[in-house]
């Protein structure tokens, strides 16, 4: 069956999370860490990219301090 919700619903879901973390008062953002294995990932991954297209346009984002990619796939 294909999926009920298409490329990118979950990346853009991924970006809401992340910009609430960001956002938290009891977090510190400067050491936020991401990380996925397989399929989250490359979720992971499509967050980054999108984040580093959005840091050189109008809204720009903090990247996370660190990256935990685990066996993604990236082809």
Known sequence: LSPEW???AHV???EVAYRWL???PSLDSSRLA???DSAGGQLITA???RLHQQRHESCPV???A???LIYPFLD
């Open 6 to 8: 298409t490329f990118p």
């Open 12 to 14: 853009e879901d991924l």
């Open 22 to 24: 960001l956002t938290h």
């Open 34 to 36: 991401v990380g996925g």
């Open 47 to 49: 967050l980054q990219i």
């Open 62 to 64: 903090r990247p996370p």
């Open 66 to 68: 660190c990256q935990v």
